[in-house]
């Protein structure tokens, strides 16, 4: 089996929300998670099935913050397919 690849993503500026698609092969994400940070009491959300309060996909996050959120690819092949499975928006 391939070791995935996963790709972080602010889905709005500011907004505190974080996704995380997880890619084997092909065109099309084999998982997608939301991660909310709430800045308010300092926790985080994962949509992941850990359900813990740091799961690694959360770590993936805090990590890529902490190096300036540096982008490696181009994220319109991602933000098109997202938008064919969600016409009308995201929502968790």
């Known amino acids: 089996m391939d070791k ?3 790709i972080i993503r ?3 500026e500011g907004a505190n ?5 997880k890619w084997i092969g092909g065109k099309n994400p084999d998982d997608i998670y939301r991660c909310i940070h709430n800045k308010v009491n300092n926790r ?4 992941c ?3 813990m309060f740091t ?4 770590g993936m996050i805090k990590n890529w913050i902490k190096k300036g959120k540096k982008s490696f690819i181009d994220e319109k ?3 098109d397919f997202i938008k064919q499975l969600f016409p009308e928006g995201r929502k968790i």
């Not at 929300?17 to 698609?21: L, Q, R, S």
């Not at 799961?55 to 959360?58: D, E, V, W």
């Open 55 to 58: 799961c690694k996909h959360i």
């Open 44 to 47: 985080w959300s994962c949509s």
């Open 17 to 21: 929300e974080y996704e995380v698609t």
């Open 10 to 12: 602010e889905v709005r």
């Open 77 to 79: 092949p991602m933000k």
């Open 4 to 6: 995935p690849d996963y």
């Open 49 to 51: 099935p850990a359900r």
